[in-house]
Antibody, heavy 122, light 110 residues
Framework: EVQLLESGGGLVQLGGSLRLSCAAS????????MSWVRQAPGKGLEWVSA????????YYADSVKGRFTMSRDNSKNTLYLQMNSLRAEDTALYYC???????????????WGQGTLVTVSS | QSALTQPASVSGSPGQSITISCTGT?????????VSWYQQQPGKAPKLMIY???YRPSGVSNRFAGSKSGNTASLTISGLQGEDEADYYC??????????FGGGTKVTVL
């Protein structure tokens, strides 16, 4: 059974930093691209970033480019999202999601974690 | 990258069929067969219902069907049931290697 468990969310001040983690199990983590998707309270889904299975390629939404860095440790089956220069509009539930097209990123995710809440306040 | 366009709400009676549209451009929906549909119940994580335009993951009811014509993808739910009441989101891979979602459609079973 695929399981994705996010952690690291919390309350942070404007301009602050936070590092999210996602522990994966139930599949061959090193064989799949992964992604982060967020959902602001009461709003729709917004794609944040993606990473290839090896970690060699990363992709970001324009809204987070230059501020967020996605990485992975295949030896630990763990995904990361380093978030810097946080803004009020970054407040959201952040989901970790498994890519549905194998090692490369072609959009599309199939399994989702339960999310970790990030709140950016002044 | 602009969000894909979905109707805000769609409703139907039990047993009826409904269709949710998802309109994009030739740089996303029209350019790739990488359209997915997700169901999100209140307080829950999204669940994949359709991937690669028409494919259903194992365990998803065959009452759910996906299709695409040009820049518009569609999700049809046949034999509507109370448990289908949820928010539905489409997504598509894009020419800039990003993923774009629709704004979401609230399905109400009358």
């Amino acid at each position: 059974e695929v399981q994705l468990l996010e952690s690291g969310g919390g309350l942070v001040q404007l301009g602050g930093s936070l590092r999210l983690s996602c522990a994966a199990s139930g599949f061959t983590f090193s064989g799949y691209a992964m992604s982060w998707v967020r959902q602001a309270p009461g709003k729709g889904l917004e794609w944040v970033s993606a990473i290839s299975s090896s970690g060699g390629n990363t992709y970001y939404a324009d809204s987070v480019k230059g501020r967020f860095t996605m990485s992975r440790d295949n030896s630990k089956n763990t995904l990361y999202l380093q978030m810097n220069s946080l803004r009020a509009e970054d407040t959201a539930l952040y989901y970790c999601a498994k890519g549905s097209h194998g090692s490369d990123w072609f959009g599309g995710v199939d399994y989702w974690g339960q999310g970790t809440l990030v709140t950016v306040s002044s | 990258q602009s969000a894909l366009t979905q109707p805000a709400s769609v409703s139907g009676s039990p047993g009826q069929s409904i269709t949710i549209s998802c309109t994009g451009t030739s740089s996303d929906v029209g350019g790739y067969n990488y359209v997915s549909w997700y169901q999100q119940q209140p307080g829950k994580a999204p669940k994949l219902m359709i991937y690669d335009v028409t494919y259903r993951p194992s365990g998803v009811s065959n009452r759910f069907a996906g299709s695409k014509s040009g820049n518009t993808a569609s999700l049809t739910i046949s034999g509507l049931q109370g448990e289908d009441e949820a928010d539905y989101y489409c997504s598509s891979y894009t020419s800039s290697s990003s993923l774009v979602f629709g704004g979401g459609t609230k399905v109400t079973v009358l």
